[in-house]
């Protein structure tokens, strides 16, 4: 069983696990493992009634992710998601419930030799901005047109847009800009 961890601060300030900035800076201290727990993790609490618990067929999530879980604390899975727990991102409880972050933190200053050096520099600007460095003008608006092109709307779209790590007001602009060239641009089957 599992749950997301309340923590209103993490929330505010910290970073979807399904985010950029997740996977370019956590994943070289959690590795890739952890990381993909988190999100799918972070997918199964969106899905989620409010109220609702979630329960876990351990086998079938470490199946998921390619790792092996036979039952005990060694397995590939156990020690996934001991690593979330040893860099404080989730915690057990004496139930056992295993209760996940939604939201992490930027990456803590003691963690940063983990990290290779020509990202340090990046890490050290996060921290002082609270803002994940953002992804490119063009880079936004070609993911805005792969997701509009994909069938997702417009709203679905810009809220995807941040999810990934896309500053909010970027979204909106990415969004307008890739649904203005499909509405000025002719289909490809119109175009033989």
Do not use: K
């Not at 300030?13 to 493992?33: K, M, N, Q, T, Y």
């Not at 990381?35 to 989620?48: K, N, S, T, Y």
């Not at 608006?141 to 779209?157: P, Q, T, V």
């Amino acid at each position: 069983m599992g749950g997301p961890w309340d923590d209103p601060e993490s929330a505010r300030l910290g970073h979807d696990p399904r985010s950029a900035c997740v996977e370019r800076f956590w994943i070289a201290v959690l590795g890739p493992s952890a990381v993909w727990l988190l999100r799918l993790l972070a997918r199964e609490f969106d899905e989620l009634a409010p109220g609702e618990d979630l329960r876990l067929d351990l086998e079938l999530t470490a199946g998921r992710l390619g790792l092996q879980h036979r039952g005990g604390r060694t397995s590939t899975f156990m020690r996934t998601t001991d690593r979330c727990a040893m860099f404080g991102l989730a915690y057990f409880t004496v139930d056992p419930v295993l209760m996940v972050r939604t939201h992490l933190p930027a990456v803590p200053r003691r963690l940063h030799d983990r990290i290779p050096q020509e990202l340090r520099d990046e890490v050290e600007r996060w921290i002082r901005t609270g803002e994940c460095p953002d992804f490119s003008l063009g880079e936004t608006r070609l993911l805005a047109s792969c997701m509009l092109m994909l069938g997702h709307g417009l709203h679905e779209a810009a809220e995807r847009l941040v999810t990934l790590g896309v500053a909010p007001n970027a979204d909106n602009e990415a969004t307008a800009w890739a649904r203005a060239q499909r509405c000025t641009r002719p289909h490809p089957r119109q175009q033989r």
